[in-house]
């Protein structure tokens, strides 16, 4: 079943929809996010101005209905190959995970390495592949986790280098920390070897 802009012709494969709006919806939420930088930000734009998302539900006849943004609605946007021109098969896989002494399967995403088809220029895609590899870039790179090797997203503030800096003692990202009277003074500090090991900050 296509996600929602593309609708499956016996013989054609992928179209995309014939509803404008659908097809506007999804564009602004690309164009947004090359303007603004991060998912989050996007997630924020819209319901400022007043704009909803299309959104399949799970029924035979596919209705879409429109639904206040949410951030998993623009991942699936953002994150799915087929929106790029591309067709893929294999994307997620089950993994085991033990869960109450218990051995439980979860779907999870494969590496891009691991899935099972990739057909690129499959059919007409509301962005192109290198557009889109630049998305998967750009959101890796605004990940916040702190063992990661991303810069962390673009945020307010005075501060030049959050995200690039690490802490000499254990590696971790250094946090911003505003303080003054006003809430102007910056400072960089290490707080996870505190909060993790007890260690001074």
């Known amino acids: 079943r296509p996600p929602v802009g593309y609708e499956r012709v016996i013989g054609e494969g992928y179209v995309v929809t014939p509803d404008k709006r659908i097809r506007e919806a999804i564009a602004l939420v690309f164009k947004q996010f090359f303007q ?3 998912v989050r930000q996007v997630l924020l734009w819209l319901p400022e101005h007043d704009l909803q998302l299309p959104v399949k539900e799970n029924t035979a006849e596919e209705t879409v209905m429109w639904k206040r943004p949410r951030y998993c609605m623009l991942h699936r946007i953002l994150t799915h190959p087929i929106y790029a021109g591309a067709y893929v098969y ?16 979860r779907r999870r995403m494969k590496p891009r390495k691991d899935w099972e088809v990739l057909i690129e220029d499959h059919h007409e895609g509301y962005i192109t592949w290198q557009q ?3 998305i998967q870039e750009m959101m890796a790179n605004n990940s916040n986790r702190f063992q990661s090797e991303s810069h962390g997203a673009p945020k307010r503030g005075a501060s030049l280098l959050a995200g690039l800096l690490r802490c000499k003692r254990c590696g971790r990202k250094l946090t911003v920390q505003y303080t003054g009277r006003a809430g102007n003074v ?3 500090c ?5 909060l993790d090991n007890g260690q001074p900050r």
């Open 190 to 194: 290490c707080c996870r070897g505190q």
């Open 132 to 134: 889109y590899e630049r």
């Open 36 to 38: 603004l930088g991060s």
């Open 186 to 188: 910056l400072r960089y």
């Open 90 to 105: 294999g994307r997620t896989g089950d993994v085991v995970v033990i869960e109450e002494c218990a051995s439980k399967k």
